[in-house]
Every structure is written in structure tokens, then in C-alpha cells.
């Protein structure tokens, strides 16, 4: 009997059977002819690779358990003891914990670059500089890279560029197509999109870049499950949609919250007084994304009764599921910079972050108002 799924199986299973010897051979001696152990790669994480590798349009991708196992993968694929790396002062919280708190025990140095100096980076580079670390668009205030000039400069001075396109995902930017060589992504975020998954992916332009990624994962470890993998490959199936409904909604609720007396500052790259906005315009294909940052009075207590009084956006630190969530970068992804660090990035009491969901946006509008009163 001859099984035809139209939908992959869930390969739930940590190794695979072989009748002999000259298929052990074979495994070894033809790669991606069979699958012998989950964890060098297994239908299911592969499938999940292969389908964001498309999206990026990349040479190859492994995906990982994580989106911080992929900045992990992304950083050693270019990078040894002795190694330096930039990266762009605005950043998740968790990369520049990751290259502070563990790869500086490897022997990895870091620079921080301000937004303002990421097109001239010749005062920063060593002789042992590899890489530029960036974002499409940064974490918490959105200000968006010009990804090709990046490209040109880090080319410059012979450094491969790594962009975590996490919040514009493929649909809105594709990093390698304008210079990158490595795009990462955390996928629990909008290419899963359904808040029920933690994994990442990276994807390398470059065919040898691919292969050392590939290691990394395998003897790493960082290899995703087959459950999450099965589960992220179902979410993306639906991220065209999503994107276009998450980018809609959140246009909607700028211009509303820009409007309103309680908000000092509303940073959307869609917003036409955003300093970005005709690159992010040009950059993202007229859509912008569902990530928002606002800024209340600087008063924990407003922020609090915002936090209550809100029912659409409970406060769940992360982000770009269906449902609409709320996040606050000073306790959660940024609270382990120094004060001075969370000053020059702009991130005070007030800043809260909106993920905004793609709920009919009227409902959402109500909740805000009420909320904000």
C-alpha cells in the first residue's frame, strides 16, 4: 500500500533504521540521501529550513531550537577565539547578553555600534574584525537599516554582514538579496505566528557558509525537534496573510495612538514623520510589520494602569502572534544594559512595545482608547 501524504508526518523519532551495512555506507558516503539520527537532521526541521531558505532565497539554512541558537550559529559560522565582531547598539537584548555574557569567554570582542555610525565604520575596525550584526529593523524603537548601504560598507572593509530579519520577516525585506550573507531569524516569532513555538533559523548566501552552519547545529546540538518543526512549517503556510493583516492593524493603531494626548511618541516605521519611513517603504514593499513602540508619561504607574486596564494586549514578553500582545523592553529584553546603555537607546519608564495581532481592528482601537483614558 502506497501512503501519499499531502501534509508532511511528524517524524517523531530520535534515530532511523538501516537493513545493513552498505546503507550505513551509503548515509555516509551520499549526504541528504537518508537520515540516520534526529539531531544531524531529521524530514521535519529540514523541511522548515528548506522552506524559509526559499523565502530568503539562501544557498542553504539550518533550523535550530531557538532564535538565540540561531545568533549563536550565525556568530561561530564567521567566528573563532581572537575574533572581533561589531554590533549595532540597537539590538535585542538577548544578542548582546549572548556576545557580553559567553562568547567574550570564547575570546570574542565585541564593539558597539551607535545607529548613527553604522555607515562609517572604519574607526571601529580591527584586523581581526569578521562581521557586523544588525537588525532590518531594531529592537525596541524600530529604526530601520538601509541593508544595501550596510552591505557596501561592510564589503569595504572585508566583514560579512548578519542581519536578524525577525521583525520585517522575508515578506517584507530579503536581506540577501540587497548584500547580507547571513539572515537570521527567531521563528517562535512571525514565521511560526501562532505563539505555540520556540525555534530559529538561519540561512547563509554562500554555499560554504551553509555547510559550516550545517556543523554548528549538528555538533552543537541546535537541531529543532520534529514537533516544532512540524508546527513552524504549519504556521508559515499562513504568513503572507498574516503579514499583510498585522501590517494593516498596526498602521490603523499608529495614527490612532499618534492622535492621542497620553502618547508623547509613537515609533512605527508606516508613520510618514518616522525617520526611516520612505526607506522602510521602499525596503519593506509598502507594508511596514506589526511591531510598535510607545511612549507613555515616564511614571510606572501609568504604565501599570495601562497594563491592567488594556484587555487585547495582556503584557506576554515577546511577540508577532496572531493575538495582540504588549511588551516592556525596560524589565524584560533590555533590563540587563546598564542605565546609561538603556538611556542612549532611548528606552526609559515610559516605552512600552505593541505587537499588534491581526484581531478585527476596531476591537483593538476600543481597547486602546479605553486603556489610554
Known sequence: MHIHPKITPIYQTSVFKFEDLNEVEQYFGEPGSRYLYSRNGNPNSDELAAAVNRLEGGAGA??????????????????????????????????????DQELSRLGITVTYVPFEQLY??????????????????????LRVADLRRL?????????????????????????????????????????AGHSDVTAGVVVAKGEETAARLKQIGVLYGLTLS???????VRGLKTLRLRVREHSHNALAV???????????????????????????????????????????????EVVNQFMRRS?????????????????????TSHRYLTVEQQAELGISTGLVRLSVGIEPVEELLQDLKQALK
Open 120 to 141: 562609517s565604520l572604519g574607526q571601529l575596525v580591527q584586523p581581526t574584525t569578521r562581521l557586523l550584526l544588525a537588525e532590518t529593523m531594531s529592537n525596541p524603537l
Open 254 to 300: 499608529a495614527q490612532f495612538l499618534s492622535t492621542q494626548p497620553s502618547v508623547r511618541a509613537v515609533y512605527y516605521p508606516g508613520l510618514p514623520d518616522h525617520p526611516q519611513h520612505m526607506l522602510a517603504r521602499e525596503q519593506g514593499g509598502g507594508l511596514f510589520g506589526g511591531m510598535m513602540s510607545v511612549l507613555l508619561a515616564d511614571d510606572e
Open 151 to 191: 552591505a557596501t560598507e561592510c564589503r569595504q572593509y572585508g566583514l560579512k554582514l548578519v542581519v536578524d530579519n525577525t521583525f520585517a520577516t522575508p515578506l517584507l525585506t530579503r536581506p540577501l538579496e540587497l548584500g547580507a550573507d547571513i539572515v537570521l531569524h527567531s521563528v517562535t516569532k512571525y514565521i
Open 226 to 232: 520534529p514537533m516544532e518543526s512540524w508546527l513552524a
Open 62 to 99: 539550518v533550523a535550530t531550537g531557538s532564535g538565540m541558537a540561531a545568533i549563536f550559529a550565525a556568530l561561530l559560522a564567521c567566528c573563532q577565539a581572537g575574533d572581533h565582531v561589531l554590533c549595532a547598539a540597537d539590538i535585542y537584548g538577548g544578542s548582546s547578553s549572548l556576545l
Open 311 to 331: 484587555q487585547r494586549f495582556p503584557f506576554a514578553p515577546s511577540l508577532a502572534g496572531v493575538d495582540s500582545s504588549l511588551s516592556y523592553p525596560l524589565a
